[in-house]
């Protein structure tokens, strides 16, 4: 009997043993279960999955500790997404700002439009832009947002390059962006009684390939505003208003290069002209009617065929010499054949002047006429004055 109970005893303890195993290691394979797939959620980007923790023991330690990972994952993900779309939208407002420039051609509205749009795009407290002199010794303010911009502009504000306590002259001669983000504790920033508010700048060169044309400047009320990412992006803005400003510049010194040469021809009453020997139609402009003493209007427009130029413009008498040396320039083979003529012509109110006329007229290798042009020249006074 006491053995019986002996042995009934143990198998209760063993399978009380058994029980306990059985539930503990259940419990354990649940929690790596439910951890596992807490792992899986995550890996496929289900960020918001949490593993319970229902022990202290060492598998409720992994699923605290991969809580925490994956919160400063979250965090990370979400700052990277943020300084995305910060970096996007200030991209875009480069794009903005540079698309607008682009389509000035006056090299002051250019530079107002960039500081103006610049302040408003991006926040600043201000933006101004300025351009080094042609001695290249000195920064000249050019433009300015807002009234203290104005003001400045009109005050002639201006950095000489080599200055030391300035921020700007400092761009300039590094040849890239700096930034002052306490100008209480910046010993080479420039204080602007018109600017009372500025707390931090970031000014930024502008170039073209390796020369320094001017600084872009911006400033803002805010301490610390101004990171590695704002002087990227300022220098890209920074590049390509440089461009702008380049093209206005040629496109106003073409201007005046065209001005310039049409006063030439005024003064030596030279006109040129081309002449479409395919289609018989001779293109003039206004400088070549001026010298005729009338205008395209009278005469029927700025194209006109041979005939109507002989009759509009070729003294009746002298139409023989002239349609004698269109035909040889129509007989040449000569790759260039050069010609120059005289000939009288009737103006308005019937007097008579001179013409002394240069034609040129070039062929390809087959003999082609590719184009023919010459000029014409009043002459007539010379001509009185010889007679």
Known sequence: YKVLTQSVVLGIIVSLIAVITTLVTDRRLR??????????????GDLS????????????TLAASFNAMTSQLRDLIGSLEQRVAERTRALSSV??????????????????????????????????????????DTLVLASGAGEPGRQMVAKGHAIPLDRERSLVARAAREKKGVTVNDVTQAPDFLPNPLLPETHSELAVPMMVGEQVIGVFDVQSEVAGRFTDADIAVQTTLASQVA????????????????ALLAETLSISRLAHWEYDVDKDIFTFN??????????????????????????????PEDAPLVGAEI???????????????????IFPGGEVGYMSVRVTVERDENGKIVRWYGANQDITERKRLEE
Request: hydrophobic share 40%; glycine share 4%.
């Open 95 to 136: 794009a903005e700002v540079s698309t607008a420039a682009s389509t000035v051609l006056e090299t002051d509205k250019l530079l107002q439009k960039v500081v103006d749009l610049s302040k408003e795009r991006f926040g600043f407290y201000h933006a101004h832009i300025y351009l080094l002199n042609e001695a290249g």
């Open 49 to 60: 999955r949490v593993a319970p923790v229902e022990s202290k023991d060492e598998i409720g």
């Open 243 to 258: 461009s702008a400003v380049q093209n206005a510049r040629s496109y106003t010194e073409i201007q005046r290069s065209q």
């Open 286 to 315: 206004d400088n070549f009617y001026s010298i005729f003493r009338t205008s395209a209007e009278r005469v029927g427009g700025y194209k006109l065929t041979s005939a109507d130029y002989a009759r509009h413009f070729v003294h």
């Open 31 to 44: 929690a790596i279960s439910s951890l596992t797939d807490t792992a899986v959620a995550i890996s496929g």
């Open 327 to 345: 035909q040889k320039a129509l007989q040449s083979r000569e790759r260039r054949f050069n010609a120059a003529l005289e000939h009288r012509a």
